[in-house]
C-alpha cells in the first residue's frame, strides 16, 4: 500500500540545522510531487514546501524562504527537507504528503517532531 | 496571499444529527484549468490528517458517504449527515489553487 515514513526530526538549538527525510513505498515516486507541511503543537496545519516529480519547480510558505530547502532523491524514493537557521517557532510535527492530479495531500506521513529550543 | 477562514472554529455536535462547516477563501479558486483545488481533511485525536473531499465535492476512496462537499467561489461547504463518535476530531480546508493554504481548522466535539 502507499505509505510515507518521516524521519530525522530532533531536538535542536535555535540557529541550527536538521535534515528532515521522508520514504515513500506503494506507488511509483518519481511521477508525484511532494509537499511538507507542519503543524506547531496544539495549532493548524500550515503548508511549508512543495517540489515537482522532478525537481524542476520548487514553492516555499515566506516564513520559509532562504532557510529551508526541499528536494529529492528519485533513485531513492526519499523527499528531503534541509532547515538551517532554526527558529523556536519552527517547532512543529513536520508531515510530507503526496501531490496527486486531483489535489495535493492525499496520503500523508506519520510525521516527526522537530523542536527548536535553548 | 489567499487566506482562508473557517466558521464555527468550535461545533459541539449530538451524535445521530448533521453537522456543517463553512469555509471562506480570500479569492476566487478557480484554477487556469478549470478546477477548483479545495480540499478537507480530518485530523483525529493523535493521528495525521487524512483527505476526505477533494475539488468541492469528490470524496475519497474509504470515505462514507454522509460526508459531502459544496460550494463555489469562495464559499465551500463540509456536511456530515449524521455525526457518529469516530468524526470527533478537527476538520480542515485547504485551497490548493493559489498555492496551498490550509484554514485554522473546526474542532468538532460530542455534546
Known amino acids: 500500500q502507499v505509505q510515507l515514513v518521516e524521519s530525522g526530526g530532533g531536538v535542536v538549538q535555535p540557529g541550527g540545522s536538521l535534515r528532515l527525510s521522508c520514504g515513500a513505498s506503494?506507488?511509483?515516486?518519481?511521477?508525484?510531487?511532494m509537499h511538507w507541511g507542519r503543524q506547531a503543537p496544539g495549532k493548524g496545519l500550515e503548508w511549508v514546501a512543495f517540489?515537482?516529480?522532478?525537481?524542476?519547480?520548487?514553492y516555499y510558505v515566506d516564513s520559509v524562504k532562504g532557510r529551508f530547502t526541499i528536494s529529492r532523491d528519485n533513485s531513492r524514493n526519499t523527499l528531503y527537507l534541509q532547515m538551517n537557521n532554526l527558529r523556536a517557532e519552527d517547532t512543529a510535527m513536520y508531515y510530507c504528503?503526496?501531490?496527486?492530479?486531483?489535489?495535493?495531500?492525499?496520503?500523508w506521513g506519520q510525521g516527526t517532531m522537530v523542536t527548536v529550543s535553548s | 496571499d489567499v487566506v482562508m477562514t473557517q466558521s464555527p472554529l468550535s461545533l459541539p455536535v449530538t451524535l445521530g444529527q448533521p453537522a456543517s462547516i463553512s469555509c471562506r477563501s480570500s479569492?476566487?479558486?478557480?484554477?487556469?484549468?478549470?478546477?477548483?483545488?479545495l480540499n478537507w481533511f480530518q485530523q483525529r485525536p493523535g493521528q495525521s490528517p487524512r483527505r476526505l473531499i477533494y475539488?468541492?465535492?469528490n470524496r475519497d476512496s474509504g470515505v462514507p458517504d454522509r460526508f459531502s462537499g459544496s460550494g463555489s467561489g469562495t464559499d465551500f461547504t463540509l456536511k456530515i449527515s449524521r455525526v457518529e463518535a469516530e468524526d470527533v476530531g478537527v476538520y480542515y480546508c485547504?485551497?490548493?489553487?493559489?498555492?496551498?493554504?490550509f484554514g485554522p481548522g473546526t474542532k468538532v466535539e460530542i455534546k
Open positions: 504528503g503526496k501531490d496527486a492530479i486531483e489535489g495535493a495531500f492525499d496520503v
Open positions: 506503494g506507488f511509483t515516486f518519481s511521477h508525484y510531487g
Open positions: 517540489i515537482r516529480h522532478d525537481g524542476s519547480n520548487k
Open positions: 479569492q476566487g479558486l478557480v484554477y487556469s484549468d478549470g478546477n477548483i483545488y
Open positions: 475539488k468541492v465535492s
Open positions: 485547504m485551497q490548493g489553487t493559489h498555492l496551498w493554504t
